[in-house]
């Protein structure tokens, strides 16, 4: 009985979206999901959603990816390098994340997790995941391009970030056997702040993720659920308030609470009458 029961709970799967320091509202959406016990199987995540979902998927503990969002910098990510190809490199992310992350191997993830990057020389999307290394792939999928030098993978490839292709990587986190995929839109507010971006980087990351919009659109609808935290009113390159989005994104969290065990329900109910019609 036990095992039947177990086969009908769907198992869920998220789908970080992109959107830079934004990104941070990642972790307070997390934070709401685990209060109110609802369990997450598997994450995909793109650019800041690889940050925040493979530092989850590592079982880090959410105070202490918290603390992370808190307290990191543009300086903590990047130096500026001698490139043609951009004006720093993330390296230092790679670094970073090697020294804090309890597991760096996909093979040893408590959680299943795919970061997706962008080729260079293809344009196609590239889903790591299964095995190698999660650093490097985080880091990959964080490259924004002609900011970051892109980073090169052991079989030669240019990664980028992974936004420029899948900003909602819906279809990564359905493939990890996702039932349910809940979307997590940083970006669903657009941007509703006054002014210009106060940046180079900013420049970037705006642009950037303004010709995004209508891909993201088929992407989220790929998504069973979708969670939109109201960011509207942060850019995407200001890291210093780390504590407005983690409280965006909680909120947005809870509102979602009973959105999400609905569609739990209704998954088992459809179990259910399944499993009834095949023993007839």
């Not at 292709?165 to 702040?193: K, W, Y």
């Not at 999400?260 to 088992?268: D, F, G, M, S």
């Amino acid at each position: 009985m036990s095992t039947q029961l177990n086969n009908q709970i769907p198992r869920i799967g998220l789908a970080l979206s992109g959107g830079a320091a934004r990104g941070i509202a990642h972790i307070g959406v997390l934070q709401a999901l685990g209060d109110h016990e609802i369990k997450i199987d598997c994450v995909a995540g793109s650019s800041a959603g690889a940050l925040v979902g493979g530092a989850f998927a590592s079982g880090l503990p959410l105070s202490e990816i918290e603390a992370i969002g808190k307290s990191m910098r543009w300086r903590d990510v990047g130096r500026v390098t001698v490139s043609r190809l951009g004006i720093q490199s993330n390296a230092r992310m790679e670094d970073y994340l090697r020294a804090h992350l309890p597991v760096t191997r996909f093979e040893d993830l408590p959680i299943p997790f795919a970061a997706v990057a962008t080729n260079l020389e293809s344009g196609e999307a590239v889903v790591m995941r299964d095995q190698g290394d999660v650093p490097f792939a985080i880091r990959a999928s964080c490259a924004i391009p002609g900011w970051y030098i892109p980073a090169i993978d052991p079989q030669g490839r240019q990664l980028l970030d992974g936004g420029l292709v899948s900003m909602i990587p819906s279809a990564a986190a359905r493939a990890l056997g996702s039932d349910i995929v809940i979307a997590v839109d940083v970006n669903a507010e657009g941007a509703t702040f006054l002014g210009p971006p106060q940046s180079v980087i900013g420049i970037i990351l705006q642009s950037m993720l303004i010709v995004q919009k209508t891909v993201s659109q088929h992407q989220l609808q790929e998504a069973d659920f979708v969670v939109r935290p109201r960011t509207g009113h942060i850019r995407w390159d200001e890291l210093g308030r780390a504590e407005e989005l983690i409280a965006a994104g909680y909120e947005a969290g809870l509102a979602s609470v009973e959105g999400i065990r609905k569609l739990i329900a209704e998954h088992e109910v459809t179990k259910d009458l399944l499993a009834t019609d095949e023993h007839g």
